[in-house]
């Protein structure tokens, strides 16, 4: 019989949170939840911990975890709070795997604990690899981590890559890398119709259940680019090896082509329990609870390319990868101020890519030198992007 593994899950009450303490629940003999984090939603937090029993919850925000605290009085769960408690879960010695699914740069450093602790990190925080890929890499490295990726589309890419990290994409005959994208559910507006776009109608993904700022993401293939620069870190593809093709009715997850002409792809339905099973149970597999794929029910499979000026947040995210250093740093927070601004009514759905362009042309790019760094320049980035927001509103 397997080990018990202990969990810890940072960012619990997100849709890839509870998703994975679905998959868990399944396989209670095999996996014990031993953290669960939360930024400021107590009582979904609480209801959590009474269900799981972790040993630790950890609020990022204190008042929250004085509340949670009083939720939680009677119980063997310690509460902590803040930035420090969120790298101590992480890296904990009794901890094997850590789920790492905060959304934003908030992300960053608890998974950076975890990497250089040496723990399973299944990765769905995209913005850990696009703000500082090449230190996080060299953690993971440094550490003897072991990676996964959670994201639907780099985990499809895993699972038909060689096993084995290539040092260049030609040493395991690959001809380039294929991300698919649902398209959003715009895809077929007009220019006219997506200056009119709310944030309840970009709310509305036609196939995926996300949390809030990645359902924008995906409106605007936001999404999409920032999982170009992950693509490039995570299989050391360059730029001009990554291929968006939009493939509506996500299915195929993504695919990698080969130098002899095969193209392997991997399918499914479009449920994230599939990816994180894969990363539970690697190299085995296990029951997810994810319904059999129907091909006849789908009965189609339809390919086109990303329109890119309707939506140039993807190119923008294939310049600042291109670009390299901090150029990826200061795309994510630009993005994720744009989004917030967006959610809230105080931009418009086409102003995201124009606050995003404005960001990246007024400041510098360096080359990246530490976590530190990156951290001062994602807090220039959203002033920058605060201060375009307050001038277009005057």
């Known amino acids: 019989m397997p080990m018990l593994q202990n969990v810890t899950i940072l960012g619990a009450t997100g849709t890839i949170g509870l998703n994975t303490l679905d998959v868990i629940s399944r396989h209670p003999g095999r996996y014990r939840v031993f ?19 972790p040993r630790y919850a950890v609020m990022l925000d204190s008042g929250a975890a004085e509340k949670l605290q009083q939720k939680l009085k009677g119980m063997e769960t310690q509460v902590l709070s803040g930035l420090a408690a969120l790298e101590e879960v992480a890296a904990h010695p009794e901890v094997h795997v850590v789920m790492a699914a905060i959304v934003g740069a908030a992300g960053l450093k608890p998974a950076m604990a975890a990497a250089y602790a040496g723990k399973r990190i ?23 981590a072991t990676l996964l990726p959670i994201d639907s589309e780099h985990n499809a890419i895993f699972q ?3 096993p084995a990290r290539l040092s260049a994409l030609a040493d395991g005959g690959i001809r380039r890398i294929l991300l698919t994208a649902s ?36 409106a605007t293939l936001m999404n999409k680019g920032l999982e170009v ?8 593809a360059p730029a001009d090896k990554i291929e968006v093709v ?70 923008l995210a294939f310049d600042a990868l291109r670009h390299g250093g901090t150029a990826p740093a200061i795309l994510n927070a630009a993005n994720e101020v744009a989004v917030d601004a967006f959610l809230n009514g105080n931009i418009g759905f086409q102003d995201i890519p124009r606050l995003i362009e404005a960001v990246l042309i007024a400041m510098d790019i360096e080359t990246v030198t530490s976590i530190s760094q ?10 920058h992007a605060l201060e375009w927001r307050q001038l277009e509103a005057c």
């Open 229 to 236: 620069i992950e693509a490039h870190w995570l299989f050391n």
């Open 183 to 218: 398209g959003g559910p715009f895809r077929k507006s007009s220019f006219a119709e997506l200056m009119a776009v709310t944030p309840a109608q970009a709310l509305n993904h036609p196939n995926w259940v996300m949390g809030p700022k990645i359902t924008i993401d995906s």
């Open 160 to 162: 038909v890559m060689p």
């Open 246 to 315: 939009v493939h509506p009715q996500s299915v195929i997850h993504s695919m990698v082509e080969y130098i002899d002409g095969s193209v392997l792809a991997q399918m499914g339905n479009p449920d994230m329990r599939t990816p994180i099973a894969y990363g539970l149970g690697y190299p085995e597999r296990l029951k997810a609870g994810v319904n059999a794929l129907d091909l006849f029910k789908v009965g189609r499979l339809d390919f086109e390319a990303p329109d890119t000026a309707r939506f140039p947040c993807l190119r």
């Open 374 to 383: 990156l951290i001062e320049v994602d807090a220039l980035a959203r002033a």
């Open 35 to 53: 953290a669960l984090t939360a930024n400021s939603r107590v009582d979904e937090l609480a209801e959590l911990c009474l269900q799981h029993r």
């Open 122 to 144: 299944l990765l769905a925080n995209k913005e850990t690899l696009v703000m500082a890929g090449k230190l996080f890499m060299q953690a993971v490295e440094e550490g003897g």
